[in-house]
């Protein structure tokens, strides 16, 4: 990794280790992540979505929710994550919610079309027009929904994240 200092490459083998690891002992797909506060890993994740059942599984939101939990709060401002592969869009999503300040990542996410794992289709179906995508999306308006916004926007105690 020209250019970045030993930190990185020790952050960065953690989480390429992680993915290997999990992947050998059957966890999950080939991907790890770990997020870094002041220099110190606070978490870890690697891909479980086979073995938990759960698509959401991702090694990238696995190490934010242990973050989170960790660190006792929803924002992980200050941190970083180093993840063995280019975020997929939910995980991209995810990070940019959780507010994590840097994205450093091994493989691409053309390495991992050429092994089976094709976000791309993702990545275009986020900008068509909701008619034309591969899932049928539709909106119903309810009256009733958007009384629960008002509420919230009027609301005094609410907290914002």
Same mark, same amino acid.
Request: net charge negative; aromatic share 8%; glycine share 6%.
């Given at each position: 990794?020209?250019?970045?200092?030993?930190?990185?490459?020790?952050?960065?083998?953690?989480?390429?280790?992680?993915?290997?690891?999990?992947?050998?002992?059957?966890?999950?797909?080939?991907?790890?992540?770990?997020?870094?506060?002041?220099?110190?890993?606070?978490?870890?994740?690697?891909?479980?979505?086979? @073995? +938990?059942?759960? #698509?959401?599984?991702?090694?990238?939101?696995?190490?934010?929710?242990?973050?989170? *939990? &960790?660190?006792?709060?929803?924002?992980?401002?200050?941190?970083?994550?180093? @993840? +063995?592969?280019? #975020?997929?869009?939910?995980?991209?999503?995810?990070?940019?919610?959780?507010?994590? *300040? &840097?994205?450093?990542?091994?493989?691409?996410?053309?390495?991992?079309?050429?092994?089976?794992?094709?976000?791309?289709?993702?990545?275009?179906?986020?900008?068509?027009?909701?008619?034309?995508?591969?899932?049928?999306?539709?909106?119903?308006?309810?009256?009733?929904?958007?009384?629960?916004?008002?509420?919230?926007?009027?609301?005094?105690?609410?907290?914002?994240?």
């Amino acid at each position: 990794m020209c250019g970045h200092s030993n930190g990185h490459d020790q952050h960065m083998l953690r989480a390429i280790q992680l993915s290997a690891e999990r992947m050998r002992a059957g966890k999950g797909g080939p991907f790890g992540a770990v997020i870094v506060k002041d220099g110190e890993i606070v978490a870890e994740g690697f891909n479980q979505v086979t @073995t +938990s059942n759960d #698509p959401t599984a991702h090694a990238e939101v696995m190490a934010i929710r242990r973050a989170c *939990e &960790a660190l006792g709060t929803f924002s992980l401002e200050g941190c970083t994550i180093y @993840t +063995s592969c280019e #975020p997929c869009p939910m995980c991209l999503s995810a990070i940019y919610w959780a507010r994590l *300040e &840097a994205i450093y990542f091994a493989n691409t996410r053309e390495d991992a079309a050429d092994i089976g794992f094709d976000d791309d289709f993702l990545y275009r179906e986020i900008p068509k027009p909701l008619s034309e995508r591969q899932i049928l999306t539709e909106k119903i308006d309810l009256t009733e929904a958007r009384e629960v916004f008002e509420e919230w926007r009027v609301k005094p105690d609410k907290v914002m994240y």
